[in-house]
């Protein structure tokens, strides 16, 4: 306990640049009080404990405005980066040296049993106000930008933004195309010119039908 202890007051020191020293952080630092609350209650959960364990947690809710289901389980070094609003699901997983910022969901769909919650795996920074709802994995060194809203699985070393998200770096490659402002198709222009072809077609149908018409006429005068 007192090693992971160590590793969590490590992790903040390391990635918040506000972090003066190891007594600060443990005494007024929210998002590691609510890892420090969050160890026994997860204990206690898997021993069958489950009135003391979400007892606690939900203690830990009020005094942090971290909620942290029981059950989810939480690496070594994670760091929750203000705390306010985060929320960790039942079956959620985050792995080591996670990164959350405030406002963040690792949640579920509703639609899922049993697994129901993402995986994190190592070194994942979720962004403030981003959701991650599912049960699917993201991958090592990943992150989740500020607002998005993640539905499917991503994959290692990768960079997702958007509602919903998508991947745009994929170890540090853009993986979308840059807009092109100036070779950019003119939609009105294509309109005009399906319409254009279409009316040729046409004009050279009646021209047939015309001439059809005129034989049929001297056929009949004769």
Same mark, same amino acid.
């Given at each position: 306990?007192?090693? +992971?202890?160590?590793?969590? #007051?490590?992790?903040?020191?390391?990635?918040?640049? %506000?972090?003066?020293?190891?007594?600060? #952080?443990?005494?007024?630092?929210?998002?590691? $009080? &609510?890892?420090?609350? *969050? +160890?026994? &209650?997860?204990?206690? @959960? $898997?021993?069958? *404990?489950?009135?003391? &364990?979400?007892?606690?947690?939900? @203690?830990?809710?009020?005094?942090?405005?971290? /909620?942290?289901?029981?059950?989810?389980?939480?690496?070594?070094?994670?760091?929750?980066? $203000?705390?306010?609003?985060?929320?960790?699901?039942?079956?959620?997983?985050?792995?080591?040296?996670?990164?959350?910022?405030?406002?963040?969901?690792?949640?579920?769909?509703?639609?899922?049993?049993?697994?129901?919650?993402?995986?994190?795996?190592? !070194?994942?920074?979720?962004?403030?106000?981003?959701?991650?709802?599912?049960?699917?994995? #993201?991958?090592? !060194?990943?992150?989740?930008?500020?607002? &998005?809203?993640?539905?499917?699985?991503?994959?290692?070393? %990768?960079?997702?933004?958007?509602?919903?998200?998508?991947?745009?770096?994929?170890?540090?490659?853009?993986?979308?195309?840059?807009?092109?402002?100036?070779?950019?198709?003119?939609?009105?222009?294509? /309109?005009?010119?399906?319409?254009?072809?279409?009316?040729?077609?046409?004009? /050279?149908?009646?021209?047939?039908? /015309?001439?059809? !018409?005129?034989?049929?006429?001297?056929?009949? !005068?004769?």
């Amino acid at each position: 306990m007192l090693d +992971r202890l160590r590793a969590d #007051i490590r992790a903040v020191k390391e990635r918040d640049p %506000a972090a003066r020293n190891s007594l600060e #952080i443990l005494l007024l630092y929210s998002g590691l $009080h &609510a890892i420090m609350l *969050h +160890r026994p &209650a997860y204990w206690l @959960y $898997h021993h069958k *404990h489950f009135f003391l &364990a979400r007892f606690l947690s939900q @203690y830990a809710k009020f005094r942090t405005g971290v /909620e942290i289901h029981p059950g989810a389980k939480i690496g070594t070094g994670v760091f929750i980066d $203000h705390g306010c609003g985060i929320v960790i699901g039942e079956t959620a997983e985050v792995g080591d040296g996670c990164t959350l910022y405030q406002g963040v969901t690792l949640g579920g769909t509703g639609k899922d049993t049993g697994k129901r919650h993402p995986t994190l795996g190592r !070194n994942v920074t979720v962004g403030s106000g981003a959701k991650v709802l599912g049960p699917f994995r #993201i991958g090592d !060194n990943s992150k989740i930008a500020a607002g &998005a809203v993640v539905l499917k699985e991503i994959p290692p070393n %990768a960079t997702a933004v958007g509602v919903p998200a998508r991947v745009v770096r994929l170890g540090g490659v853009r993986v979308t195309q840059d807009l092109d402002q100036i070779h950019m198709p003119d939609p009105v222009g294509m /309109e005009f010119t399906a319409l254009q072809k279409q009316l040729e077609a046409l004009t /050279e149908r009646v021209g047939r039908l /015309e001439e059809e !018409n005129r034989r049929l006429k001297g056929m009949k !005068n004769e």
